[in-house]
Nanobody, 123 residues
Framework: EQFVESGGGLVQSGGSLRLSCAAS????????INWFRQHPGKEREGVSC????????YYADSVKGRFTISRDNAKNTVYLQMNNLKLEDTAVYYC?????????????????WGQGTQVTVSS
């Protein structure tokens, strides 16, 4: 089982992108799904998570009010809508599962990493 992330690209500051996280081999609605990102030379950091049971969502302070996580169970996909993108949002974005969303900010213990999708924000 693995995730497949897509939707990244090059966008100007202030623009929007929607990332998709699809699953190969399992049903996403049974699991908390967490979006991470990794800046060059830095550790992966949790960006946003959506619970499996109650649909509660969690956001890093740096993206609150700009990013929205959601599920489409019929498509077995989790989305990350990113608006008002900033230069500091440039990173490789990954999705993962493995822990409750309460622990979304740290990558330790999360798994089933995909190949990631590159987001580049230009000025």
């Amino acid at each position: 089982e693995q995730f497949v992330e897509s939707g990244g690209g090059l966008v100007q500051s202030g623009g929007s992108l929607r990332l998709s996280c699809a699953a190969s081999g399992f049903t996403l609605d049974k699991y908390p799904i967490n979006w991470f990102r990794q800046h060059p030379g830095k550790e992966r950091e949790g960006v946003s998570c959506i619970d499996s049971s109650d649909g509660n969502t969690y956001y890093a302070d740096s993206v609150k009010g700009r990013f929205t996580i959601s599920r489409d169970n019929a498509k077995n996909t989790v989305y990350l809508q990113m608006n008002n993108l900033k230069l500091e949002d440039t990173a490789v974005y990954y999705c993962a599962t493995g822990l409750p969303c309460l622990y979304f900010s740290d990558s330790a213990g999360w798994g089933y990493w995909g190949q990631g999708t590159q987001v580049t924000v230009s000025s």
